[in-house]
């Protein structure tokens, strides 16, 4: 016999559902009870409107299966697109619980060749489009708790190795995601006395922002093999982060691949050294020569997860 379901009357907002992880995610949290807003602008891999919105087909898919989903097609990168996100969920189910800011796409350049635009276009879909939808929720929670009815909610942002260790080719995408983390710990510190839990993954699978860059490493394997890049690996974690089960569980950081999730502990004191007085420019360079010497040497520098 099967146990209780894991979101069993939660409400939960994943945007980029349409495709890739996000849908996964969807799916994820349908099957495990939850009523799903499904957002997705429909735009293409370069974040161009595209030729219609996929958010429709994965609220088909759910409904099929027997789960609750409604359709969003607002820009959340935008006040009143976030805006609209929110009332979305409270206006169809009457509350909101867990949202899970997945949204993103690509304009992979070289630092030299990197334009003004093409920063913008992917800061502002990565981290606007995060910070938006969390302070509508946040604003709707922290309300809630001042009613005293303190919620059990729930964020879940996603960052990226290229955040956590910076990516040949990808200034603004690197950018964009070590900002997420940042989000994160300060939204973590913020909204703990609301309710509020916000932790980040940082997953590596297949999806249109990736199955080209790396298309040897993104390939399907062969038939019965287990597929290691499958975004469907990563939805696991996120919904027991967006779940009532993960009471306690705040301000972390989660590398998610295949079947390995690995507790990110990110920047810490090193080797240190302290003169008591100022230091010469000479003397603080050969200090800081031999504490790199003692120091661990930072990860590798690698493509978009």
């Known amino acids: 016999m099967s146990g209780p ?6 409400v939960v907002i994943v945007t980029g559902a349409g495709r890739g992880l996000g849908r996964a995610h969807a799916l994820a949290y349908a099957a495990e009870g939850a009523r799903v807003v499904v957002n997705d602008l429909g735009v293409g891999l370069d974040g161009t409107p595209g030729p219609d919105s996929p958010a429709a087909r994965v609220v088909a898919e759910i409904r099929a299966a027997g789960g609750q989903a409604v359709a969003h097609g607002g820009d959340i990168a935008t006040t ?29 350049r070289m630092l030299v060749n990197l334009d003004e635009d093409d920063w913008d276009a992917v800061l502002r879909v990565h981290l606007r489009g995060h910070f938006l939808p969390l302070r ?43 900002g997420i983390i940042g989000l994160t710990l300060v939204a973590a510190a ?13 997953p590596a699978a297949r999806t ?3 199955e080209r860059a790396f298309a040897d490493t993104m390939a399907a ?3 019965g093999s287990f597929d290691a890049m499958a975004p469907e690996n990563v939805s696991p974690l996120v919904v027991w982060l967006g779940a009532s089960a993960s ?7 989660f590398e998610t691949e295949g079947g390995r999730i690995t507790v990110m502990e990110g920047w810490r004191p090193g080797p240190t050294a302290d003169k008591g007085a100022r230091w010469t420019p000479s003397e603080a360079g050969d200090t800081a020569l ?16």
């Open 5 to 10: 379901l894991l979101c069993e009357g939660r």
């Open 208 to 210: 249109r922002m990736t």
């Open 190 to 202: 913020e909204l703990g006395r609301y309710g509020v839990q916000v932790n980040a993954i940082a």
């Open 221 to 223: 394997p062969d038939a």
């Open 290 to 305: 031999k504490l790199l010497a003692e120091a661990e040497v930072p990860g590798a520098v690698f493509g978009a997860g």
């Open 80 to 108: 009143d697109g976030a805006a609209d996100l929110v009332r979305t969920a409270l206006e169809t189910y009457g509350r909101l619980d867990t949202l899970v800011n997945n949204a993103g796409f690509l304009r992979d």
């Open 136 to 178: 509508h929720a946040a604003a709707h929670w922290r309300s809630q708790a001042k009613e005293g009815r303190t919620p059990r909610a729930r964020v879940v942002n996603t960052s990226s190795g290229a955040g956590l260790l910076g990516s040949v080719g990808q200034g603004n995408y690197s950018a964009a995601k070590a």
């Open 247 to 253: 009471t306690g569980v705040t301000g972390r950081v």
